[in-house]
């Protein structure tokens, strides 16, 4: 079993910048592949990116390109969503998500586990 946690959300300005963490415990491995989507409300959760733990391989949605940055620090088995020149259509609930394989996956489906999701609210 996995556990995430997470945390960073917040209310921000349109231009500004937040970062989220989910901090992973449980039986996490190396292979796994961790994901940061997102749901407005509404709406279906969407992909914004996604990062294998050993090849660090990286992945994003093409709305959070060049502004988006996912990122680990493996002693801590934190994973991080740096988010730059927010706009108000990145307003969501962010959820961390780990799947057990490290072959990367867009689609909620694929991912066993989930963190319990971190507001961001961007004012325009």
């Known amino acids: 079993q996995v556990q995430l946690v997470e945390s960073g959300g917040g209310l921000v300005q349109a231009g500004g910048s937040l970062r989220l963490s989910c901090a992973a415990s449980g039986r996490t491995h190396s292979s796994y592949t961790m994901a940061w989507f997102r749901q407005a409300p509404g709406k279906e959760r969407d992909f914004v990116a996604a990062i294998t733990w050993n090849v660090i391989s990286r992945y994003y949605a093409d709305s959070v390109k060049g502004r988006f940055t996912i990122f680990t620090v493996n002693v801590n088995n934190t994973v991080y969503l740096q988010m730059n020149n927010l706009k108000p259509e990145d307003s969501a609930v962010y959820f961390c998500?780990?799947?057990?394989?490290?072959?990367?996956?867009?689609?909620?489906?694929?991912?066993?586990?989930w963190g319990q999701g971190t507001q961001v609210t961007v004012s325009s």
């Open positions: 998500a780990a799947r057990r394989l490290s072959n990367y996956r867009n689609d909620a489906s694929g991912y066993e586990y």
